[in-house]
């Protein structure tokens, strides 16, 4: 004959007396709680961490894009479109140019630059690219007077710091170059002569350490 099991109603089993069984259960409830809490918490991290990348990332780093680049040229510049993908680390830029101090004249554009960050830059808190692809490419080179460019100021401003000023911090594993033109053209000629590069590919160049 089965006994069956004794209640705590019936005086046989203290009342703060679980058996076994069921504070196994309670502890499985307990567990399946902090477990869907730790579930949301990830997940929503996770929509955090995409919305930051897709939404808020792009206009913060054109934003910053081109301001460094007005810095380093003193002339106006623009940068049409910014994609990052966070889960990849990889930033397409799109339609970067910089004005001439001509008016209506473009100095340097560039049609696509595609970038595939590493983890590294975290460590040495400066870029580290895996690829660096630079597409379109064109360069606007013009003789103003004798001795005189375009951008005469920008190759005397550059010389001086020379030695002074540091180093920017880079490094790139694989730098592909693709259909670049370079103009060199004179105030006084008319027809500007045309220089279109191959398809050039570099093995990598680093600053770092």
């Known amino acids: 004959m089965w ?5 705590a109603a019936a005086g046989l089993v203290p009342a703060g007396r679980r058996w076994p069984q069921a504070r196994w259960v309670g502890a499985m409830g307990r567990w399946k709680r902090v477990f869907k809490r730790a579930a949301c918490v990830a997940g929503g991290a996770v929509l955090l961490y995409a919305a930051l990348g897709f939404l808020a990332a792009p206009p913060i780093v054109r ?23 966070p889960f990849t680390w990889a930033i397409r830029i799109r339609g970067l140019s910089v004005q001439d ?11 696509e630059v595609v970038a595939d960050v590493e983890a590294r830059s975290l460590y040495w808190r400066a870029p580290v690219l895996s690829r660096l692809e630079i597409v379109g490419p064109r360069l606007r080179i013009v003789r103003l007077a004798p001795l005189r460019l375009n951008v005469s100021d920008l190759l005397k401003g550059w010389a001086s710091r020379r030695g002074r000023e ?29 220089l279109t590069p191959q398809r050039r590919a570099h093995p990598g160049f680093r600053t770092l350490p």
């Open 3 to 7: 006994m069956k099991r004794p209640h």
């Open 101 to 111: 101090r001509e008016a209506g004249q473009t100095l340097l554009a560039v049609e």
């Open 63 to 85: 934003a910053l894009l081109t301001r460094k680049l007005e810095k380093s040229f003193h002339r106006p510049a623009a940068i049409r479109s910014v994609r990052v993908n």
């Open 166 to 194: 540091p180093k920017a911090a880079f490094a790139a594993s694989d730098v592909l170059l693709s259909e670049g033109r370079v103009e060199l053209a004179a105030r006084a000629r008319g027809r500007p002569h045309a």
